[in-house]
């Protein structure tokens, strides 16, 4: 009885035990499911979900008359997950994927790329690298090349896509335009407009399904919105002219460095900045900006003293002055002309760039009172930064009479150039307010921010002040300044084709840890042309090595200047209206004769029911229709050389991408109408398979 008992209160404990297990198992679920459930759900849910970046495009960089000066084009790394090929797939396709592979990168022979094609296979690689840095057109082709065409779960295609910031021109411009460098520091435009090129990255949640494959979860998109576009006032035909007329003079002297700007009179729109300093190899690299560094003018000074002297009607430039032989003493301190002089006007004297004779006037007529000089000087804005749209200008520094380092001879020789420092864009600021009849214009380089392809804002002309001075001194500045060309120290710049005003200058450099003694000058030249109707002003900044034989502003300067306007008139920019042959006619509005391949022109001779004498070799070879001395239409021949790039613009785009895919050149496009730049030069070499893009008109 005992015994039954005791089994009896056994059973009853561990079927009470089993109850309480199943009641705990219960509440723990209900737990489970009503408190700790949503987050569970949640965690189980981004298990199975990712969110995905879609990245804004970064916006290209424009001129306005639409070429193309910076962009961002895809760039792909290539490899290969062997593992999920099957040996089937791979032994049936392998031959051929090598043969293509060999025609593509020319890199390695079919044999070598099927070799190492199979030793990767063998080994199972799961992240064969296959290429680097591939452009967007190869890695298309790559796509649908045997085996990869299957994709990544059967052909083990993967890449890894990146986008890289371009310059189609090179070094043209390029302190101007900048570089975007994720992660590093910007310069130029692309970092003064950083945010506006930027956009905003957009996003998507995707699900992740079995084999890899993501889905997106439909209505979690948030779209990027992409970068605006900017405009610049840049134009590359007088960029390139500046650039090219720059370099020559600096290699020629071996200068430390030299800066050109060319500004529209008008508008202070920025045509063209060359920024180039001389290598520790010898070669020229837009490296620094050099036109925003505050340096001693030395000459170009002379005019906002001459303005000052006009302006207070101390003098006119009829009257007379004395440099005293070229030689004065100032408070002690001797100030030498660079050529002995006698008695002549102050317009001879400006023009011949005597110190003594400008230290001389502004001594006479501002000692009592220098405030009255510095003021006028600050009213000319060059005590501030010009403004400019660029990150990093530098402040200028005017003396004051209450600045530490003011002494008597501080004015005398401010008056020459020396004991200030202002930047070359603020003397071409000044020189363009001449030009422009007093009026002077803010310089910069910016005209408009464009979405889409339209103008969500565009920036006006800003005028910094509205008369410099009164007609008088404005029109006896520039009579001055004609004279430094007709008469003065850079008569070895005139033109039969146009007038030229301007001023030399020659500094001694002691600055940046360079004394006097070190023997560096600094020769600039900055002017305005046509004299009567000024289009454009240039200024010309160029530092020399130590002890150069060459160092006056009109050696080394002036020369820059007028292969510049050379190059400008040239061009026909600034649709002149100054001495034209009698081919050309001022207002004639008949349509010039393009290069053309020979197919197409006798395409349009045979619509026009024209009879014309073609050549018979059809291969290599570029026409242009001219006239000759009896109206009689003619055809000359260009040949195309293989190996050097052509000059294809104003072809139409099937011509052009006719010449240059039987260079074997990758052609890109932007645009549409006429062929209106390239950004290969013609007659340099080029490498089969080289990319050029074509910015259409």
């Excluded at 561990?14 to 209900?30: S, W």
């Excluded at 063998?122 to 680097?132: Q, V």
């Excluded at 804005?381 to 600045?403: Q, W």
């Excluded at 020659?506 to 305005?528: C, L, R």
């Amino acid at each position: 009885m005992n015994v039954k008992k005791d089994i009896r209160f056994r059973v009853y404990i561990a079927f009470t035990c089993i109850c309480l297990f199943g009641i705990a198992i219960f509440l723990k679920a209900l737990k489970i499911q009503v408190k700790e459930g949503p987050e569970l759900r949640k965690l189980a849910r981004e298990m199975h979900t990712d969110t995905t970046t879609l990245e804004a495009e970064r916006g290209n960089i424009y001129t306005e008359n639409g070429m193309l000066l910076c962009s961002s084009i895809p760039e792909f790394d290539v490899h290969i997950d062997f593992s999920m090929i099957s040996k089937k797939l791979f032994d049936s396709k392998v031959d051929t994927l090598a043969i293509c592979l060999s025609d593509l990168f020319k890199n390695a022979s079919p044999a070598q790329y099927r070799q190492q094609l199979k030793a990767a296979y063998d080994s199972a690689d799961r992240y064969y690298t296959l290429a680097r840095n591939v452009p967007y057109y190869q890695y298309q082709l790559l796509r649908a090349f045997p085996i990869f065409n299957k994709g990544k779960n059967y052909g083990g295609f993967i890449e890894d896509a990146r986008v890289k910031r371009i310059n189609p021109y090179g070094m043209l411009a390029y302190r101007t335009i900048g570089l975007y460098r994720e992660n590093s520091q910007t310069i130029g435009l692309e970092s003064r407009y950083d945010s506006v090129l930027t956009g905003t990255d957009g996003s998507c949640v995707v699900q992740k399904q079995t084999g890899g494959v993501r889905i997106p979860i439909e209505g979690s998109e948030i779209e990027p919105q992409n970068g605006k576009d900017i405009v610049t006032t840049l134009d590359v035909s007088i960029q390139d002219v500046a650039e090219h007329a720059m370099m020559s003079v600096l290699q020629q002297y071996e200068c430390l460095y030299g800066t050109c700007i060319v500004m529209e009179v008008e508008t202070g729109k920025i045509r063209a900045l060359v920024n180039l300093g001389r290598q520790p190899n010898g070669t020229y690299w837009e490296d620094l900006n050099y036109a925003m560094m505050p340096t001693e003018p030395g000459s170009t000074f002379k005019l906002m003293t001459l303005l000052s002297l006009l302006s207070d009607k101390h003098v006119t430039i009829n009257n007379m002055i004395d440099p005293e032989g070229g030689q004065k003493m100032f408070s002690g301190r001797l100030m030498k002309d660079a050529h002995p002089g006698h008695e002549m006007t102050i317009k001879e004297a400006f023009a011949h760039s005597s110190n003594v004779s400008m230290a001389k006037l502004a001594t006479q007529y501002y000692s009592a009172n220098p405030e009255k000089y510095v003021a006028h000087l600050q009213a000319l804005h060059l005590d501030k930064r010009t403004g400019i749209d660029l990150i990093g200008e530098r402040a200028p520094v005017v003396k004051t009479t209450e600045s530490k380092s003011w002494s008597a001879t501080t004015l005398p020789w401010m008056a020459t150039g020396y004991e200030v420092q202002i930047t070359p864009l603020h003397t071409c600021m000044v020189y363009n307010a001449v030009a422009n009849n007093g009026r002077m214009m803010k310089p910069y380089l910016v005209s408009a921010i464009r979405e889409y392809g339209k103008n969500d804002r565009t920036i006006e002309p800003q005028v910094v002040i509205d008369r410099i001075a009164d007609s008088s001194t404005i029109a006896q500045a520039k009579e001055c300044m004609r004279a430094v060309v007709t008469e003065g120290t850079a008569t070895n710049i005139a033109s039969p084709f146009y007038e030229i005003s301007g001023k030399t200058g020659t500094a001694q450099v002691a600055d940046k840890g360079i004394k006097y003694s070190d023997g560096v000058y600094q020769g600039s030249f900055v002017g305005f042309f046509p004299s009567e109707k000024p289009k454009y002003t240039i200024a010309v900044v160029i530092r020399t090595k130590p002890h150069s034989s060459a160092y006056y502003g009109g050696t080394i300067a002036a020369p820059v200047f007028r292969m510049i306007a050379d190059g400008v008139f040239a061009y026909d920019i600034g649709s002149w209206n100054g001495p034209l042959d009698s081919l050309a006619k001022a207002g004639d509005k008949k349509i010039p004769a393009r290069s053309a391949t020979i197919g197409s022109y006798a395409t349009l001779f045979n619509v026009l029911n024209r009879k014309v004498d073609m050549p018979t070799s059809w291969d290599n070879n570029l026409v242009q229709v001219v006239t000759d001395s009896n109206k009689r239409t003619a055809v000359v021949t260009t040949p195309v050389y293989k190996g050097i790039m052509p000059n294809v613009t104003g072809m139409g785009l099937k011509d052009a991408i006719y010449i240059l895919e039987t260079q074997g050149m990758q052609v890109r496009v932007y645009g549409k109408g006429k062929v209106q730049s390239q950004s290969v030069a013609p007659g340099t070499r080029v490498i089969k398979g080289q990319n050029i893009i074509l910015q259409l008109s």
